[in-house]
């Protein structure tokens, strides 16, 4: 099948290759093209825009940062529906907000382009390792058809329903998170504090009922001080500013949630750390611990 | 091997059937004594007080439920120590201070009577099972004296250093669950208001980044409102306040785990609902919301 992607990051970029390693055709585009380099020497082709890539493609996948990013790349002259027919079917995988997935869905609708919206978990090791979860949105007709990509590059997929539904899904999935990643950092502040070996406490705490993805994953990373991104801190933040938008327009207060936005806020705003991965957080408390003496 | 138990509530009476199922002779005490005739049906002994348990038995555990429970149980005319000799082991399965685990422990050395702190994670299921983690402080000698009971009622057990050390480690524990649980509570009540189906989504958030015990196994007791203590509220509440005195005395500022023990605040000791398992902090979230309309 002749597959386009659009936003080749890290995640973009390990997803493209397995659709490569299928044995599909690849276009893409990236903003900064370098980030293409790897795929274009394993077979993909090189175009200049999405409309580009569009026009090569039947099935087009994007992977951007922030909503603006994707209401500039479906939307612009050059842009993804520029380049769209009525057999194209478009994929918008960036975590993105569930009224901008309808807006986008609504628009090719009216001009008889499929669109769904499918944010992923898992991380970059996911996205390696085609362990993903797919969250879609969308008509189940376009669903069914592109199925078979999705289980190329995911062990979990899930159509949720209408456009906006996969978002909503993901938005569920980083208020989850939320929890585990504060949860971990302050964990393991805790126990360096208290003076316990913290490679016995992630063991024994990853045997009960503390036991989580994040602190299987991201446990070891900062113990070894690594804050390589796999997920930026940034885009993280940016997902849980739209949840807790999305929150305050159903009427619910978040606190847990609200309080990792701050923190969060702390350290891509104030410490200017976002781009570590999430594990990164514990260097903002750390930094606090050392002013406050 | 002789085995006295004190405190037989939903925890202590599962790890205490495991043990007489694995044939020791067992002596219960419990303040409630209702809640000892499953064991003695079984085959258990009753005696009259904590005192006379320990006088028939070689090991003693104690499982009950506060820091000053812990205290009397220990110290009191009738209590634990009254009843010991430098034969004794005696094993504190309560989550308590780690403070007060430093005093028992220092209280039984010089007298010559071996005693370890040694809380469990894992909740009821755990305890049934044999499947809880157990956190261990203390001297190696005693420790090693009684791994094979720990053996017998967990699938997990580690040393993590001088008294005191096993409450560390639980405390660490309780501070990510507290992440799991607000985490959890905060995903399902978004999922509800999004209208997405909450059991999809539990079941894709289990495949990926988001995935942890708390949701695996209260997600869906909640989805069935059933708040049936596996942990009791006000048991957890208390182990979060003793994490954030912890936590204060060390110079950290915990705001995830301080915002998590105000949520179980307002269950306990707003809604009175203390007596409901950890999983029915979605309740408070409710009532907040009917009140604001």
Redesign the interface.
């Known amino acids: 099948m002749k597959i386009g992607f659009v936003g080749t990051g890290v995640m973009g970029a390990a997803i493209a290759q397995n659709l490569l390693d299928a044995g599909h055709e690849l276009t893409v585009f990236n903003r900064t093209k370098s980030k293409t380099a790897a795929l274009v020497t394993a077979g993909a082709s090189w175009a200049d825009t999405p409309k580009k890539v569009v026009e090569q493609s039947e099935v087009v996948f994007t992977m951007v940062g922030f909503p603006n990013d994707v209401k500039q790349v479906y939307f612009e002259d050059d842009g993804i529906f520029a380049g769209s027919n009525e057999q194209t079917i478009l994929i918008d995988m960036t975590t993105s907000k ?1 009224s901008l997935a309808q807006k986008i869905a609504e628009y090719g609708a009216s001009r008889g382009i499929k669109v769904l919206d499918a944010p ?4 970059d090791i ?1 996205a390696k390792n085609a362990t ?2 797919v ?1 879609v949105g969308g008509q189940e007709t376009a669903y069914q058809q592109v199925k078979p990509l999705f289980e190329k590059i995911s ?2 997929v ?1 159509l ?2 209408p456009a906006g ?1 996969g978002q ?2 993901k ?17 393991l ?3 360096k ?5 913290p490679h ?2 992630l ?3 990853s ?9 299987s ?1 991201y446990g070891p990373r900062i113990l070894d001080d690594d804050y390589t991104p796999g ?1 930026f801190a940034r885009h993280f933040l940016k997902d849980l500013r739209i ?1 807790l938008q ?2 305050d327009k ?8 609200a ?2 936005k ?2 969060y806020e702390v350290m891509v705003d104030v410490y200017d750390l976002g781009d570590q991965g999430t594990q990164g957080l514990i260097n903002t ?1 750390s930094k ?2 050392k002013e ?2």
Chains 1, 2 share one sequence.
């Open positions: 569930p992923v978990s898992g991380g996911g993903l979860t969250m062990k979990k899930t949720f329903g539904a909503h899904a938005m569920a999935n980083q208020i989850m998170i939320a929890g585990t990643m504060t949860g971990l950092t302050e964990t502040l805790y126990t504090a208290a003076g316990l070996d016995k406490v063991d024994a705490l045997a009960g009922g503390a036991q989580n993805w994040s602190l994953n997920f949840a999305e929150a159903m009427g619910l207060d978040l606190s847990a949630t309080n990792a701050r923190l408390y606090v611990d406050n003496k």
